[in-house]
C-alpha cells in the first residue's frame, strides 16, 4: 500500500530554512506527480508546491521565489527546500499523491517563530 515517511519540520526563526523530506513507497513513484500540502490551525489544507512525473513544477502564490519542490526518483523521495520562512508558513505539512484517490503522510510540523 502507499506509504510515506515525512521528515526535517521543526522550530526555526522567521528567515530561516528547512528541507522536507517524503520517502515513499508502495507505488511506481517515477510515474506519478507529487505535491506538499499544508495546514495550520483553523484552515483548510492548502496546495504548497507540486511536481509532475516530468519534473514540471508549481507553486502557490505566497510560497513563489521562497519554497522548491523536487524529486529523486532514484531514491522515491520528494523534497521541499523552505527559505526565507515566515511566520506565517507555520502548519502541518504533507506529502500527497493521487492514485485512484489522494494519499496522505503523517504531516511533519512546521513552526516559525517572529
Known amino acids: 500500500q502507499v506509504q510515506f515517511v515525512e521528515s526535517g519540520g521543526g522550530l526555526v526563526q522567521s528567515g530561516g530554512s528547512l528541507r522536507l523530506s517524503c520517502a515513499a513507497s508502495?507505488?511506481?513513484?517515477?510515474?506519478?506527480?507529487m505535491g506538499w500540502y499544508r495546514q495550520a490551525p483553523g484552515k483548510q489544507r492548502e496546495l504548497v508546491a507540486g511536481?509532475?512525473?516530468?519534473?514540471?513544477?508549481t507553486y502557490a502564490d505566497s510560497v513563489k521565489g521562497r519554497f522548491t519542490i523536487s524529486r529523486d526518483n532514484a531514491k522515491n523521495t520528494v523534497y521541499l527546500q523552505m527559505n526565507s520562512l515566515k511566520f506565517e508558513d507555520t502548519a502541518i505539512y504533507y506529502c500527497?499523491?493521487?492514485?485512484?484517490?489522494?494519499?496522505w503522510g503523517q504531516g511533519t510540523q512546521v513552526t516559525v517563530s517572529s
Open positions: 508502495g507505488f511506481t513513484f517515477s510515474i506519478y506527480n
Open positions: 511536481i509532475t512525473s516530468a519534473g514540471t513544477t
Open positions: 500527497n499523491v493521487r492514485i485512484k484517490v489522494a494519499h
